[in-house]
């Protein structure tokens, strides 16, 4: 088991690994709303593209889960939560296509908007902890 300071050194790498890239695409969703609308739309209506982004998403999920399964009450849970939220996600995708499918369509008819705004802001935490705390 890691000890306190390496939990927060692997919190730390991965908050200035996460951080960027998704604080990068949540102003980009922002900035391009249509675009990336549609783009989501394609992306859901495509099963190959469905599955891959599953396949991705759940190892990269795994990957986070499996250096960083940290439940502190603080921000670090955060990654934990993004780690298990792909994990979980890949799964259900994988298992229960259409259904995946048709919740995401779903999501992008209802909440794209709201659903945008969470990159954004995990980006906007990550980026401050990672590199500002």
Do not use: C, E
């Not at 495509?46 to 599953?54: E, F, I, K, N």
Request: charged share 10%; net charge positive; glycine share 10%.
């Amino acid at each position: 088991m890691p000890a306190k300071g390496q939990d927060m050194q692997t919190s730390i790498f991965l908050a200035k690994l996460l951080g960027p890239p998704l604080l990068i695409v949540g102003i980009g969703i922002l900035i391009n709303r249509a675009y990336y609308l549609a783009m989501t739309r394609q992306f859901v209506g495509s099963p190959p593209l469905m599955y891959l982004g599953a396949v991705v998403g759940m190892v990269a999920g795994l990957a986070i889960v499996l250096v960083h399964n940290v439940w502190a009450a603080d921000w670090r849970v955060l990654i934990t939560l993004l780690g298990w939220i792909h994990v979980i996600r890949g799964a259900a995708t994988v298992i229960f296509p259409q259904k995946a499918a048709d919740f995401a369509a779903r999501v992008t008819q209802r909440g794209f908007l709201i659903a945008s705004a969470v990159p954004l802001i995990l980006g906007a935490v990550f980026v401050f902890f990672g590199y500002f705390r």
